[in-house]
């Protein structure tokens, strides 16, 4: 069970990227997803998760409208389309899978995930 983090880079403030989250040895479209992010010097907090039962999306308020989680079950991976890129989104991001998907806990430290990836780091420049 892997699950692989990928598509962070150096960007500018305004700039859009897409992270990607690689699943092998399970399906994720039999698990509830998150994607999280670790700022420096700050706790890892919960910023989007989709649930697999009906497929609902949350986003936590500070990236409402500018992020989407997406997936491509052909694939077996899940996406982050982040868009509007602020600084205050650096952080190394890393997705999750077989967890609790709270929406009304995004935005804050999220526990209960059994199979993270490594992360990939997203660092926007002002």
């Known amino acids: 069970v892997q699950l692989q983090a990928s598509g962070g880079g150096l960007v500018q403030a305004g700039g859009s990227l897409r992270l990607s989250c690689a699943a092998s040895?399970?399906?994720?479209?039999?698990?509830?997803i998150g994607w999280f992010r670790q700022a420096p010097g700050k706790e890892r907090e919960g910023v989007s998760c989709v649930k697999s039962a009906d497929g609902r999306r949350y986003y936590a308020d500070s990236v409402k409208g500018r992020f989407t989680i997406s997936s491509d079950n052909a694939k077996n991976t899940v996406y982050l389309q982040i868009n509007s890129l602020k600084p205050e989104d650096t952080g190394v991001y890393y997705c999750a899978a077989n967890g609790p998907c709270l929406g009304y806990r995004l935005g804050y430290r999220m526990t209960g995930y059994d199979y993270w990836g490594q992360g990939t780091l997203v660092t926007v420049s002002s």
């Open positions: 040895g399970f399906t994720l479209d039999y698990y509830d």
